[in-house]
């Protein structure tokens, strides 16, 4: 068990949420369950989206029965559209009223051998990017009702410090309907890291992108913010290595991230601030400062390239069959 050196003291700086919703994606375990927790337990009524399993329901049972929140369970496979759209319309149903105050897109898998999710789209692609895509796109009209009633929304995107990973733009092909046919699985299995770098990559640059095509009306109220969580021990690694991540390369990335991580609740820390935290601003990007290290989150410099931006935003639209993402 690591020792959690900052968040404790970053929560204690939080105003309290009471009367406001916070919608978050892939809360069972890791960073999203923390986060749930953090915003339960400041007064908000918490929406957690994950797919149906024994570990969604202990998640629940955990807020509602340990912490004493007001949660709710919203069956989501972001491995499937269908999915997504059942979600958002159960979602929006029951926020009618108030609308989405936050909505953290965090959910990811990685690592994943070559295949296709159900819509035959890459499983990481679709999972960590995609579907998210898709899924704020359904949401909007709930974003738009709490920034009308409470003066602002925030959406919030969870990048990775493999944004990076060998400094690659956004490529088309990862983003087309050819799960299954990327290739990668054989030794040294370094193209199942091309794609969930682009995943990451993705997450921030659909903050930017959104920053560039929201409606100048909704600019000031509804805040685009992007954190990351620095290398740490979420459990994620273990998902990986379960799902056939046992190669030489795999066990490289793994060893590495594990070496120097930090807790999960300091992994938190970025998107805590970008949820809960007083005064930040459209386009801001949280997390520990120095590719791949560990340390309290902070303000990072824009990491923009409208060049991908504009092509992610572009493949995103094809992809989940979105005509106007604000309609």
Not at 136 to 145: E, F, R, V
């Amino acid at each position: 068990m690591l020792e959690t050196k900052y968040y404790h003291d970053l929560v204690k700086s939080f105003p309290r949420m009471e009367g406001k919703n916070v919608v978050i994606t892939g809360c069972t375990s890791g960073t999203g369950l923390v986060l749930a927790r953090t915003c339960g337990k400041l007064g908000a009524t918490v929406y957690m989206l994950n797919r149906p399993s024994e570990r969604a329901t202990e998640a629940l049972q955990l807020l509602l029965n340990t912490d004493h929140s007001k949660a709710h369970l919203v069956p989501c496979d972001l491995q499937n559209f269908d999915a997504v759209h059942e979600a958002a319309r159960q979602l929006n149903a029951l926020i009618e009223d108030e609308g989405c105050d936050v909505l953290c897109n965090n959910a990811g898998v990685m690592g994943l051998p070559d295949r296709a999710s159900s819509n035959g789209y890459d499983v990481q692609i679709q999972t960590n990017h995609l579907s998210h895509f898709l899924l704020t796109s359904l949401l909007w009209p709930a974003l738009k009702k709490a920034a009308a009633k409470r003066g602002e929304a925030r959406l919030i995107n969870h990048s990775s410090g493999a944004r990076r990973m060998g400094n690659k733009p956004i490529l088309a092909k990862y983003f087309e309907a050819n799960g299954g046919h990327l290739g990668g699985d054989r030794f040294p299995g370094l193209q199942k890291w091309q794609r969930y770098q682009q995943s990451k990559l993705a997450n921030l640059l659909f903050t930017y992108a959104l920053m560039d095509h929201v409606p100048k009306e909704y600019e000031e109220k509804i805040k685009f913010l992007t954190a990351h969580p620095g290398p740490t021990d979420s459990g994620l690694q273990a998902k990986t290595v379960s799902a056939g991540g046992k190669g030489l390369f795999d066990k490289y990335i793994i060893r590495r991230t594990l070496k120097q991580a930090h807790s999960v609740e300091d992994g938190t820390s970025g998107i805590a601030i970008c949820a809960c935290g007083e005064n930040v601003k459209t386009g801001d990007f949280y997390g520990p400062a120095g590719n791949g290290k560990s340390g309290p989150a902070v303000l990072l410099p824009a990491e923009r390239d409208k060049e991908s931006e504009n092509l992610l935003w572009t493949l995103s639209l094809k992809a989940t069959g979105i005509e106007h993402f604000f309609g």
